[in-house]
Structure formats: C-alpha cells, structure tokens
C-alpha cells in the first residue's frame, strides 16, 4: 500500500469536512515548495471522475430532459439523480458547460465559505440588455456596482424597522384574514400574492394601498399592473437564462420583458419621487411617523442618491411579491393537512393572545415559538429555491474531487432536507424538530435549512418575511380551521421559474371559530 492509498484510505473514514481540508490545504501548496505534489494530485480524484450521466455530442445531456428520464421537476431530477450517482454529480448540460450538484452539508458548507464577497446574480443578462436598449431606466445593478448598494440596503431588516412596521402588517394582515377568508374563492394564491403586494408596498415604500379594494382588484389598476408585470419579469428572466441564444432573438417574448419591466421601473421611480417630494417638504428630516419605510431610509442615507434608491426599489418590487406569498401557500397546506400540528399552533396562540383580536406584538411574536418551528418545518420542506447556483470563485474541493475555478455548482438543499440520513421521517411535517428539549429535536445544521441563501446575495428582507409569515399563521388559527379541500397532493413546481411554486390551486377552506 503506497502512501497516498493508505492516505485515501484514512480520509474515506474521517468525516468529510477533515477531509476537505486536508485535501484543499494540501492542493493550496505548489509543486516548487512540495516536491512530493505527485502523490497529493493522486489524493484528490479528477473532475472528469465525478460521477453523472453520459453526456451526447452537440446535445448533452438535455435529452435526459427532453426524454422525461428526468423529472421536469427540479427537486425531483435531482433526487433521482442522487439516487443514482451520490453525492456528487456532475453533468455536461450542453457541450462543454458543466453543472456539480452537491448533497451533503458539508459540501455546501465549504463551497459557501469560500466564496469571495460578490457573486455574479444570474438572470443578469437580459437587464444588461434592456439598459443597453434604455440608457436612462434605473435598472438592477450587479457585481461591484451592486455591493456598493447593498451595504446601503442592508438594514431593510433591522429589529426597529421591524417593530415600528408590526402594528400597520398586523392590521393588514387581520384585515385579509376577516375578509379574505370568508369569500369562495377557487384559487387562493392570487389572494396571496396580492397580501404580499400589499404588505411589500407598505414597508418599502410607506405606500398604503388597500390591494383588496373593488377598485384596485380590477384589471387596470396600480396593483394588478404591478402584480402582471413582477409575475411577467420573473418568469421570462428565468427562461431567458435557459436559452441559448441572446433574449432579444425571441422578438415576442423580449417584448413582453421590456414592457413588464418598464413599467416595474417607471413604479419605483414614481413611488421614489413621491417619497423624495414629502421629505422635501419636510426639509429632509427623517419621517416622524410610527413607520420609516426603507425608501425613507435610503433617501436619507449621505451615500445614495435619488438613482440608487429606484434600482433598489426595482429590485425589491421584482423580490417581495412571489417569495412571500408561495411560503404561505405551503405553510397553509401543511397546517390544513396536518390537525394536530393546526391545533397545537391554536393553543399557542390562545396562550400568548389574550383575545384574537388583541394586537400582535413584539413579545407576542418572541414567544411563538410552535409557530416559528412550523415555519422552520414548512422551509425544510417547501423552500422557496430548490437550492443555490455559484460560480466557483477559484479551484475547490467537493467530496474529494478537484472542482475547476469556473464551474458551476449547484447546493441541492430541497433534495438534501428530504434524505433520511439527515432527517428522521423526512417526508413527514414535525414542527416538533425544531423545538429545543422536544424528544425528535435535530441538530441544526445551518447550510441544509438555508431559506434566505447565505452570504452578501441573501435574502435583504428576511426577518421582516418571517415577521408577516408568523402573523399570518397566528391570525389564521386563531380565527378559523384550514381545511384543504382537494384530493391532491402539493408540490412545487419551478419548470419556468427558479422559485418553487404551488403546482396546483391553492383550495383552502376557512371555517371561522371566531
Ligand atoms: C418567505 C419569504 C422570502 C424568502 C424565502 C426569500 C428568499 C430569498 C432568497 C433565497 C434570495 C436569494 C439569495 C441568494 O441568491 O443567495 C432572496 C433575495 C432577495 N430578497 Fe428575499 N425572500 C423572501 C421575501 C422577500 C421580501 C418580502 C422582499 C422584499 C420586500 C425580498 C427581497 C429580496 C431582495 C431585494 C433580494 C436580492 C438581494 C440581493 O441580490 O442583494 N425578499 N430572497
């Protein structure tokens, strides 16, 4: 046995993230400073080693997807395809462009430590185009220009924001839940997303806006505008991302970009002028209002100026509307499917609200801890993306194989949260795991549950989503039972999104005990 097979052989036995340090801390040492460099590249297996499926020439291996041997659902072809190569796989999408997808924490650990402080968003392409086609839009920004803006906009989140936001979000969200849940209505997304527009509009832009009003619940109004062109944008910038060729090749559907994204720009700029016009009036003070918006925030900070604050705004109207409402979605689905789940989030709230109609506050929401375990629960199971693309910044190491700088590298998070080696009855929905001292608690492992991404990229609105996703749970249950009415089964899809959807009507039943 030489040494770099015994060597082998003891990291097989080591717990992967020992052996990826050693692995990328010897990788790191040149040939110069190490002559014994031959048997340390033995160590670390070849990238072209990775296990996956045959790649054709000029195709890839789309076939698999054109052929259905692959689910057209993401979460589902990559469990199948963890069933078969493990881990690690790695595919040639299209000749000579590699995607690895990864499956263990540890993994996903190292990639997301290692990466350096701006990665690249994808579906940056066609605003790259749209700004060429209309110099002066306040488009997104990436890279550098984007870190600059984002440390600005770091504090959408911050505890104040949050607490001075809570009493206006409640009434809203006690409104929908009086009004809202008492109508027949088919499909319950749509209201949905419109909640989340509301709330969206609210906190970013201190624009109050009843979105449930006959007038705005018309087809030519403010808020249904809004709502079509973010569905619009979303969706086209991820089909944009899956063609081969420049978007502006598909005239028809560049065109309904364009509009959809114009008009999303042309909202923020009006909604920042507005904002701009009354502080203005107010000689540039901070708001003395209950409720600093962000916008408020942004206008007043001395390092943004009025253009910063539309990209932002663009950025937040094309991020706040889906993300929230598909979470409800599913967290609704699983209390309606699960009574005693429901039932144990009821005398939660009947411990910690006096009344139903008693406001929600700071303290109240610190101690709903059921509740907080259910949203955990409804993240480990329904997240909102499938899992995370990077650009390896540099050479790295995956479960023992050498991963070139450039590659692209998938974190298959939804897969990973439903394996039985990392969660006990994982397709089962146990609030239960989350909660310290309980029998079935599981050892968090922060880069598996990763709801709000990781790092300078992650989620800017996160506490602030959790806050309106507890209030609404809280609200729900206090006032009604959800019942899910429809024999089939949720899941999501995300054949033309990158986030995951409800796959069917959203059929709830609200039979109101209070
Ligand atoms: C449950 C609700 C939500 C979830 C699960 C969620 C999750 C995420 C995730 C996974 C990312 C991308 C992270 C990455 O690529 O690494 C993201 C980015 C973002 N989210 Fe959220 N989000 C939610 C709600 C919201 C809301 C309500 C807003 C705004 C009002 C918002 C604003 C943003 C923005 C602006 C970004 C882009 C950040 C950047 O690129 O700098 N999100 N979110």
């Not at 659902?73 to 069933?83: G, I, M, P, T, V």
């Not at 309904?256 to 904002?275: G, H």
């Not at 709230?349 to 929401?365: A, E, G, H, V, Y």
């Not at 899941?491 to 039979?511: A, R």
Request: hydrophobic share 40%; charged share 25%; glycine share 2%.
């Amino acid at each position: 046995m030489n040494f770099s097979t015994s060597l082998r052989l003891v990291s097989q036995k080591l717990p992967c993230h020992c052996f990826q340090s050693l692995t990328s801390v010897r990788t790191s040492v040149s040939l110069a400073e190490d002559p014994r460099r031959a048997n340390v590249e033995q160590r670390v297996k070849k990238f072209h080693e990775i296990p996956g499926p045959n790649s054709l020439p000029w195709i890839g291996t789309s076939y698999l997807y054109l052929f259905g041997v692959y689910s057209a659902k993401r979460h589902r072809a990559a469990f199948q395809k963890y069933l078969k190569y493990g881990p690690i796989v790695r595919e040639e999408i299209k000749p000579g462009n590699f995607v690895v997808s990864i499956f263990h924490h540890n993994d996903m650990e190292h990639l997301f430590l290692s990466e350096n402080n701006v990665p690249q968003a994808q579906s940056h392409l066609p605003i790259i185009e749209l700004q060429k086609n209309h110099p002066n839009a306040l488009l997104p920004v990436n890279g550098e220009d984007w870190l600059k803006l984002r440390k600005e906009f770091q504090d959408f989140s911050s505890p104040q924001l949050q607490s001075a936001y809570l009493p206006v979000a409640d009434k809203a969200i006690k409104d929908f839940v009086t009004f809202r849940t008492s109508q027949n209505i088919d499909d319950f997304l749509p209201e949905l997303l419109r909640l989340s527009l509301q709330l969206t509009l609210l906190a970013a832009f201190d624009k109050k806006i009843d979105c449930f009003s006959s007038k705005e619940m018309k087809p030519d109004s403010l808020s249904s505008h809004v709502m079509e062109a973010v569905l619009t944008s979303n969706r086209l910038l991820c089909l944009f991302d899956k063609l081969p060729s420049n978007p502006k090749d598909v005239p028809s559907l560049w065109k309904k970009f364009e509009k959809a994204m114009l008009l999303i720009e042309k909202v923020s700029v009006e909604l920042v002028q507005e904002k701009a016009k009354s502080l203005y009036q107010r000689n540039m003070k901070k708001s003395e209002s209950a409720v600093p918006s962000l916008i408020e925030f942004l206008l007043t900070s001395s390092n943004l100026n009025y253009k910063d604050a539309v990209r932002i705004s663009v950025n937040l109207l094309l991020a706040g509307v889906e993300n929230t409402a598909y979470t409800a979605s599913f967290a609704l689905y699983h209390l309606a499917k699960n009574e005693r789940v429901q039932n144990m989030l009821r005398l939660e709230s009947q411990r910690i609200l006096m009344s139903p109609t008693d406001p929600i506050t700071d303290k109240t929401l610190e101690d709903a801890s059921y509740a907080r375990a259910v949203l955990k629960e409804v993240f480990r199971m329904n997240p909102l993306l499938p899992g995370y693309g990077r650009t390896a910044t540099q050479d790295i190491v995956l479960s023992g194989y050498h991963i070139p700088k450039g590659t692209t590298i998938v974190t298959e998070n939804q897969t990973a949260c439903r394996l039985q080696k990392h969660f006990v009855r994982p397709n089962d929905f146990i609030p239960e795991r989350w909660i310290k001292g309980s029998p079935v608690q599981v050892k968090d492992n922060p880069f598996l549950v990763l709801p709000f991404g990781f790092g300078s990229r992650s989620c800017v609105a996160r506490h602030l989503a959790e806050q309106q996703l507890l209030l609404l749970l809280l609200r729900v249950v206090s006032s009604c039972v959800v019942s899910w009415t429809s024999e089939e089964i949720l899941d999501c899809k995300n054949l033309n999104s990158t986030i995951n959807q409800p796959d069917k009507d959203l059929k709830f039943t609200f039979n109101r005990i209070f």
